[in-house]
């Protein structure tokens, strides 16, 4: 009965033992790189404080003060302890509209990078399993977005649809989206010819089951590590879109759209533009820092010993 049990219970352990020691060996060589622990633990502070805005932002993103006019941060002379980093020219707290921009910017970020990870996986998957004239045509397509310039080329498409939210989330997924597509395309055509895939087309699998579920789960750490990436130039992207008043407008609390009201005031007030340019500087470097411990982490030619 003793035996019986144990046997089970080594059984039932058996299918998670796997994932556990691949978890424990990604976390390990991630973990090596300090510099991605502390962007990762800084990155999910700032997903806390957008989530949980609401509660941590001592007042509304846009109730004025209309006595506390640019006032200074609270450690400078004729600053007020209940507007620590100050106010702006209309008297709304600067603190409270960084924490409920940090919101808009990583919304911004997240949904530029599933519009331009999904639509460049469908892309590069076609241009790599079928290759030939489908390979050619996607392939110049994504060879003419990437000869402009990605600001220049998401202002021309911003122009064309209007200023706004959505629209500049739209074209920066559009200039965003051909680097998924040629990596997706790179890793495609590396994986086609392997003895799994082979196999698998022998057994009468279909184009579909293919592409999607023999060859795709294979491709997707190179993704991984592009879509951190694409995350920090969405954000900035989306900030420079701003700040030329071609992305959200105002009184959205965006960073990008702060700085833009707040130029006028550089050297009046320069906290008003430097604490949007920080949130902006700390939040990318962050998740830049995140993706370069997820490319030591996934790509095993460079995990370090």
């Not at 033992?17 to 510099?35: C, I, V």
């Not at 949980?52 to 450690?75: G, N």
């Not at 106010?87 to 599933?114: C, K, M, N, P």
Request: glycine share 8%; aromatic share 8%.
């Amino acid at each position: 009965m003793t035996d019986q049990t144990a046997g089970e219970t080594t059984a039932a352990t058996v299918p998670s033992g796997p994932k556990q020691r691949a978890l424990a060996e990604f976390w390990h060589y991630y973990s090596m790189n300090t510099g991605a622990v502390i962007g990762l633990v800084v990155f999910i502070l700032l997903v806390l404080v957008a989530i949980f805005a609401p509660l941590v932002a001592p007042h509304l993103p846009d109730e004025q003060f209309r006595d506390a006019l640019l006032t200074p941060p609270a450690w400078q002379e004729g600053g007020k302890s209940t507007f620590i980093l100050g106010t702006d020219a209309v008297g709304r707290d600067i603190l409270s509209r960084l924490i409920f921009g940090a919101r808009y910017s990583l919304f911004i970020g997240f949904i530029v990078v599933v519009f331009a990870l999904s639509s460049g996986i469908v892309l590069g998957v076609l241009a790599g399993y079928f290759r030939g004239w489908v390979d050619a045509l996607i392939m110049r397509i994504m060879d003419i977005i990437l000869a402009f310039p990605s600001l220049l080329l998401a202002l021309v498409l911003v122009a064309i649809l209007g200023p706004g939210l959505f629209n500049a989330m739209l074209a920066i997924a559009l200039v965003l989206q051909p680097h998924f597509a040629r990596l997706t395309r790179a890793a495609v055509m590396a994986e086609k010819n392997r003895e799994y895939v082979v196999s698998a087309k022998v057994a009468g699998a279909s184009h579909l089951r293919m592409m999607l579920v023999t060859i795709l789960p294979n491709c997707v750490a190179p993704l991984i590590v592009q879509a951190t990436m694409s995350f920090s130039n969405a954000i900035l992207e989306a900030a420079a879109l701003g700040f030329l008043g071609m992305g959200a407008q105002p009184p959205t609390p965006e960073w990008g759209t702060m700085l833009a009201s707040a130029r006028e005031f550089i050297l009046r007030a320069p906290w008003v533009v430097t604490f949007p340019g920080l949130a902006i500087l700390i939040t990318v470097l962050a998740i830049n820092l995140i993706g370069d411990g997820l490319r030591d982490a996934l790509d095993p030619k460079l995990k370090r010993s």
